[in-house]
C-alpha cells in the first residue's frame, strides 16, 4: 500500500527551494505548492481590505470571512480569496514587505498550516516553504532543507529582481535576506529551522539540475527495498529454540495443522493478531520455513534489539506512514521466494475478537504474487493482552489453516476492490478456523 508522496522541501529566502520543489514536482508527477503564497494572498487581501497588516486582532477576523477555493493548473495549486485570483499581485513590493509580519501571526498560521494539509485530497505533492517538514506534514518520510550562504543567496535574489526590472541595490537586497532570515528563524509560531529527519543540501555550489538530482536520488533511496533477507541462520535457530522452550512452559502451547505450510516458494502466514505472542508463537514452530515478520519501528530503536530483529530477518514498519520502503521490501523478499508473516487486523484486538483487515494487506498479497496460509491463534488473548497487565499461564493453540492458493486470489480481479476483497477472504478463512476449533473439529 503506497500512500502518495508529500515531498516537503524547507529553506530560507533564495535557497533555490522553489525552482527544486517545481522540477521535482515535474518529474514525479506530483503538483507543485508554494505554502508562502498563501500567506502573501492573506497579505494581499488585507492590503485590498485596508486592513493593518500589523495587527492580528483586524487581520483574523477578515480572514475567517474570506472564502478560498483551491484547484491544479498547470501542474501547481493556485487559489482565489473571494473570487479574485492574486496573480502576480502576489509578488508586489507592498506585499513583499508585509508578508513577514502575517506570516508571523499564529492565527494565520494555524489557518494555513490547515489549508495546506487539506490539499492532499488533490494528489501527490511536491511543497515547498519554512515548515513543511517541520510543522504541516511532519510524519513524512521526505524532508528536505536546502540552503545557501547569504552572499549567493543575494546573489540570486538581486539577479531575479533585475529581471524584473527592479533596480534595488545588491546592498539592499543582502540586508532585506539578512532581515527576514532574522523574523523567519526568531518568530515564535514555526520558526525556520532544519526538521528532524531532513536532508540537508548546501545549494552554494551547485546548479539546479545537480541540486534536484540529488533530491531524486534520496527520494529513490528512500523507496529502495531493503534488503531483509540476511537471516542469521544460527542466531534465528537458537531464537526459535529460546521462544518456543518459553512458549511452552508458560502456556502449554500447541501447534496444529504444520503439514498445510509450503516448504519453499514466496509465502505469506497470516494471522489473527490478540497478543504479544502471536508472532512468536508463528515463528518459533514454522521451523520448515524462515519467516520475515514486520514490527514497528520504534522496537528498533533499542540498539541490542534493533540489531537482534534486524539479525532474524524483521522488517522495520513505520505505521503511521504507511511505510512504503516496508511495503517494498516484503513484496521483494515475496517475490524472492520468502516467506512473510502478517496480521490483517493491524494492531492487537482491544477485547479478543476478529478484525476487519486493513486495506494493506490486499495490496501486499496482489503484488507478491504469493499464496497464503490462513492462521487462528487461540487464548493467546487470555495469556497476555494489552490489558492483561502481564503474561499469564493460559493455554494457547496455533492452528495453520488450509493454503488460500494464488489461483483463488487471482480470481478476486485486481486494482483497490480486488485488494479489499483478497483481505476480506483471509479473514474469513480465519474465522472458519476458529468456529471449527471452538466447534471441536480440529483434533490434530
Same mark, same amino acid.
Given at each position: 500500500?503506497?500512500k502518495?508522496?508529500?515531498?516537503a522541501i524547507?529553506g530560507p ?7 527544486v520543489a517545481?522540477e ?12 508562502g ?14 486592513v493593518n ?5 483586524l ?11 483551491f484547484e491544479v493548473r ?8 473571494d473570487g479574485v ?7 508586489s513590493?507592498?506585499v513583499?514587505e508585509?508578508v513577514s509580519?502575517?506570516?508571523?501571526m ?5 489557518f494555513?498550516?490547515n489549508r495546506?494539509?487539506k490539499l492532499?485530497k ?11 517538514a517541520s510543522?504541516v506534514f511532519?510524519?513524512t518520510p521526505?524532508?528536505f532543507y536546502?540552503? +545557501?550562504?547569504?552572499?549567493?543567496? +543575494? ?5 531575479e ?8 541595490q545588491?546592498?539592499?537586497?543582502m ?15 514555526a ?5 528532524d529527519?531532513a536532508y540537508?543540501i548546501d ?17 529513490a ?8 533477507a540476511m537471516i542469521?541462520?544460527?542466531?534465528y535457530r537458537a ?8 512458549l ?6 500447541r501447534?496444529?495443522g ?11 502466514i497470516a494471522s ?5 505472542l502471536?508472532p512468536?508463537?508463528?515463528?518459533a ?7 520475515h515478520?514486520m ?5 528498533f530503536r533499542k ?6 530483529l534486524?539479525?532474524v530477518g ?10 512504503v520502503r516496508?511495503?517494498k ?7 524472492g521466494?520468502a516467506?512473510?508473516s502478517?496480521?490483517?487486523e ?7 475478537n476478529?478484525q ?5 494487506v $490486499?495490496f501486499?498479497?496482489a !503484488?507478491?504474487?504469493?499464496?497464503v496460509v490462513?492462521?487462528y491463534?487461540?487464548g493467546?488473548?487470555? +495469556?497476555?493482552?494489552k490489558?492483561s497487565? $502481564? ?5 494457547v ?5 488450509q493454503?488460500i492458493?494464488?489461483?483463488?486470489i487471482?480470481?478476486l480481479?485486481? $486494482?483497490?476492490?480486488a485488494?479489499a476483497?483478497i483481505?476480506?477472504l483471509i479473514?474469513?478463512?480465519i474465522a472458519?478456523?476458529?468456529e471449527?476449533f471452538? !466447534? ?5
Amino acid at each position: 500500500m503506497s500512500k502518495q508522496r508529500i515531498i516537503a522541501i524547507d529553506g530560507p529566502a533564495a535557497s533555490g527551494k522553489s525552482t527544486v520543489a517545481r522540477e521535482v514536482a515535474n518529474r514525479l508527477n506530483c503538483i507543485y505548492v508554494d505554502s508562502g503564497a498563501l500567506y502573501r494572498g492573506i497579505t494581499w487581501k488585507m492590503l485590498c481590505d485596508g486592513v493593518n497588516t500589523k495587527n492580528p486582532l483586524l487581520v483574523l477576523p477578515v480572514l475567517l470571512k474570506s472564502k478560498w477555493k483551491f484547484e491544479v493548473r498547470d501542474g501547481a495549486v493556485v487559489f482565489s480569496i473571494d473570487g479574485v485570483e492574486p496573480g502576480e499581485a502576489l509578488r508586489s513590493k507592498e506585499v513583499c514587505e508585509a508578508v513577514s509580519d502575517i506570516a508571523a501571526m499564529p492565527g494565520i498560521r494555524k489557518f494555513v498550516v490547515n489549508r495546506l494539509r487539506k490539499l492532499k485530497k488533490l494528489g501527490p505533492l511536491s511543497m515547498e516553504g519554512r515548515d513543511i517538514a517541520s510543522v504541516v506534514f511532519p510524519k513524512t518520510p521526505y524532508k528536505f532543507y536546502l540552503d +545557501a550562504n547569504p552572499e549567493e543567496r +543575494a546573489k540570486r535574489r538581486h539577479a531575479e529582481l533585475m529581471a524584473k526590472g527592479d533596480l534595488e541595490q545588491a546592498a539592499e537586497v543582502m540586508e532585506s535576506l539578512q532581515q527576514r532570515d532574522e523574523k523567519d528563524s526568531t518568530r515564535k509560531a514555526a520558526p525556520l529551522k532544519v526538521a528532524d529527519g531532513a536532508y540537508v543540501i548546501d545549494t552554494s555550489r551547485y546548479d539546479v539540475a545537480d541540486v534536484v538530482r540529488t533530491v531524486l536520488d534520496r527520494i529513490a533511496d528512500l523507496e529502495k527495498p531493503r534488503s531483509e533477507a540476511m537471516i542469521n541462520p544460527r542466531l534465528y535457530r537458537a531464537t526459535c529454540d529460546v521462544l518456543g522452550l518459553w512458549l511452552k512452559v508458560c502456556t502449554r502451547i500447541r501447534v496444529l495443522g504444520l503439514r498445510n505450510v509450503p516448504k519453499t516458494g514466496g509465502l505469506i502466514i497470516a494471522s489473527n493478531h490478540a497478543s504479544y505472542l502471536d508472532p512468536p508463537a508463528i515463528g518459533a514452530f514454522c521451523r520448515m520455513r524462515s519467516v520475515h515478520f514486520m514490527a514497528r519501528d520504534t522496537l528498533f530503536r533499542k540498539p541490542l534489539l534493533g540489531w537482534h530483529l534486524r539479525r532474524v530477518g524483521v522488517i522495520s514498519l513505520d505505521r503511521e506512514r504507511g511505510d512504503v520502503r516496508a511495503m517494498k521490501t516484503a513484496i521483494h523478499l515475496l517475490q524472492g521466494g520468502a516467506a512473510v508473516s502478517l496480521f490483517p487486523e493491524g494492531t492487537r484486538t482491544m477485547d479478543g475478537n476478529l478484525q476487519p483487515p486493513k486495506p494493506g494487506v $490486499g495490496f501486499l498479497v496482489a !503484488k507478491g504474487r504469493a499464496p497464503v496460509v490462513p492462521v487462528y491463534i487461540h487464548g493467546s488473548y487470555e +495469556a497476555w493482552s494489552k490489558h492483561s497487565g $502481564g503474561l499469564k499461564r493460559k493455554p494457547v493453540t496455533v492452528i495453520f489453516g488450509q493454503l488460500i492458493t494464488r489461483e483463488e486470489i487471482q480470481q478476486l480481479g485486481s $486494482g483497490r476492490d480486488a485488494y479489499a476483497r483478497i483481505g476480506e477472504l483471509i479473514m474469513a478463512r480465519i474465522a472458519e478456523l476458529k468456529e471449527q476449533f471452538e !466447534k471441536g473439529l480440529i483434533h490434530e
